[in-house]
């Protein structure tokens, strides 16, 4: 079955974000070797880090853009990988409904959580796949909402004020600054730490411009991080032309068949301090 393309170039997977658990999900990233939250998460364990050092926080909130079914929260508490749940998912009786699967992931999730000491907000679009990471209890909280669109209300402000620390693995390019600094705001007084990683046809300048008039100091750090296959010849196509067009050397990385990140680090200056 042909993939369908988003507006941007990439492959749209919109369909299994609306599903009522995330069997297909897993088993579709899986296929396409989507590996880019599993080096990402030693990049967010260290923020997480540095972040409670710095600001003296001993239960620091991670808040992640685009988080579809909890899947940067579940590599972190569970301490696992795309693989290990794609096979966790495919070993679950075909017959089970979205209940029975939330009670067995609660059950895995109690029975080790590798950062206990952490609470976790998702943030999405999709609201299957909230809910799902929610009632299994690997988000803490979920807000529901498109920022590119509107404002927060008043109590997904409350949420998102909360965050001391914003990730994200993929949804830069279909978010933009509106989000960002929907989110950066959200607090009156307080700006939290981001760590974005962001494919190579996205330009995060823009972005990086908008946090720094907040105060924000933006660097990206060194290295390319591989986030999947391409899901088809069309995509890639559309992809290496928007490289192109933009100036890249893409031998030996999109060219060779996979999507290329780069990792950016933003912080606020002295007046935006956590």
Known sequence: MPVPL??????SFDDIYDRPDPR????????????????????F????????A???????????????YGVNAALLRLDTGIGELAEHYAAADGDADRDQLVARDRSMLAEGDHHSDVRFIGMD?????????????LLHDIVHADLESADPTDEQREVLAGADIVLSTGCIGYVTEK????????????RPWMAHFVLRMFDFDPMAEELAALGYRTERAP????????????????????????????????ADGRLYAH??????????RA
Do not use: W
């Open 125 to 137: 679009a999709a609201r299957p796949a909230l809910d799902y990471a929610h009632a299994t209890g």
């Open 24 to 43: 297909e999900y897993y088993a579709r990233m899986s296929e396409l070797d989507y590996r880019i939250p599993e080096l990402a998460k030693p990049f």
């Open 263 to 272: 990792l950016y680090l933003s912080r606020p200056g002295p007046k935006g």
């Open 179 to 190: 989000t960002l600094l929907r989110i950066a705001t959200a607090h009156p007084r307080r």
């Open 54 to 68: 710095s600001a003296r926080v001993a239960t620091p909130t991670v808040l992640d853009i685009g988080c579809s």
């Open 6 to 11: 988003h507006t941007t170039g990439k492959a």
């Open 223 to 254: 290295g390319l991080y591989a986030q999947r296959r391409f899901a088809s010849a069309d995509e890639q196509q559309r992809v290496l032309n928007t490289l192109s067009d933009k100036g890249f050397d893409t031998q030996g990385r999109e």
């Open 45 to 52: 364990e260290q923020q997480i880090r540095e972040y409670r």
